[in-house]
């Protein structure tokens, strides 16, 4: 595989490799444990919005055999990176990596998905840093797509019963909560992420089913890190790795 | 204090008592915790919504010197229960008993409040079991009010920027959010409640603000129990206990 400057190629310690370039938004914390709480069964079709670097649709298709993602990246040279460490996996049947807009959903894929995963930016336009690329920006902050969009698209492509899998902010947590029962994807399974026990919850882990009725059940915390800042067994589990890691989250 | 048959006299530990009767719904955990959880300041005019045994005008009294609490009561026997607790414990100047309907709140008390509280019935009327009395199932079942209804109603009666605190049922918490919210009370705190270390949350503890903006902060979760089954320090303090006690909620 023939690799493009800056770019380098990252072991994801689960026996599939991806490709990085540090001038993109890499993968963080927060995509490994969306993909590790997403629950895809053999046969199930799977989109995966703003895709990025393709790290859901590898991790997915690394945890569960049969299952078919697609991948949607706004981002042309980023889709293609993508496409690279499909390629580069062998996971070019379980994996088509499409560049499109996730607004223009129902004209990418057909209608009727079993599920859709995203790790959606979490920030409005014109807050935080804005020093930052515009590959960084459209990663983090509402720039091609709002919220609004990302659960209205989601409640259109997926078949009555579909889930949707996301990871968000507790920042905003109701926000999101109002959004998907406004668009009939109903929050059905909650999982909070603590940095550490004994802190507040920085992200929430989401399932939401497309119209299903109200009851929302809530798992025990998912807690990163112990007092000392090395992962949690649950989370070193998580990400496949040995003793010796510290915390990043 | 002439007592009525059936009624006794518990002790709140913080220098008031109490009239309980076990024909209606004792007060829980859940009420000391809503109690606890609410910042009210000096000055300030207090709403409590399905205020029962008057459980939480009188422990925010204890916790706060210089408040005025109306207690909503729809149950006439019960609102002249809780109106002699106040009478008992020297708080008629502080605290009012009303019986009336939250439904018809604007009716009731002035608008322009600064803080409603409200430990309202978590359950859809038809669910659980029904061979209760009449007086559990008003606490207990949305027989009386919905939630709808209490949020609508705080929503009405608050001042712009006064606070609502309420504590429900996870299960219920989307729904919570998105009535929250479509009722112009933005949920801006919220704080989980775990039976024990490790375990999911059963409870919220939720304030409001009304008219806010967007963003809510989660406090790290209230544990309730140590593993072995025991008060963890923290709700010793806020239940004014010793050693000796163990888990009810």
């Known amino acids: 595989m023939e690799l493009e400057p800056g770019e380098k190629i990252e072991d994801l310690q689960n026996g599939y490799l991806i490709i990085q ?51 949607i990246e706004i981002q042309q040279a980023l889709a293609r990176m993508a496409g690279r460490s499909v390629a580069m996996n062998g996971l070019e049947k379980s994996i088509r990596i499409v560049c499109g807009d996730l607004k223009d959903i129902s ?8 599920v859709v995963a995203v790790n959606p930016p979490y920030e409005k336009t014109g807050s935080g840093k804005e020093n930052v690329s515009e590959h960084v920006n459209i990663a983090k902050r509402e720039v091609m797509c709002t919220l609004e969009d990302v659960v209205f698209s989601a409640s259109r492509i997926l078949r009555p019963g ?7 902010r507790t920042e905003r947590f109701a926000e999101l909560m109002a959004c998907m029962r406004r668009h009939k994807v ?16 920085n992200f ?24 000392d800042g090395t992962y ?18």
């Open 21 to 71: 370039n540090p001038k993109y938004f890499s993968f963080g914390t927060d995509a490994i444990l969306l993909a590790d709480f997403a629950d895809v069964s053999a046969g199930e079709r799977v989109i995966d919005f703003g895709t990025g670097c393709g790290i859901i649709p590898i991790l997915l298709c690394a945890k569960t055999k049969g299952i078919h993602v697609t991948g």
């Open 107 to 114: 004209g990418i894929v057909p209608c009727g998905a079993d």
């Open 162 to 168: 579909g889930r949707l899998y996301m990871i968000y």
């Open 186 to 201: 109903e929050p059905k399974r909650i999982r909070l992420v603590v940095p550490k026990q004994d802190r507040p919850p």
């Open 204 to 227: 929430a882990l989401v399932e939401g089913r497309k119209g299903a009725g109200g009851g929302v059940a809530f798992l025990p915390s998912l807690v990163v890190c112990e007092q």
């Open 232 to 249: 949690t067994q649950e989370v070193k589990k998580i990400y496949h790795i040995g003793e010796e890691n510290t915390c990043c989250i």
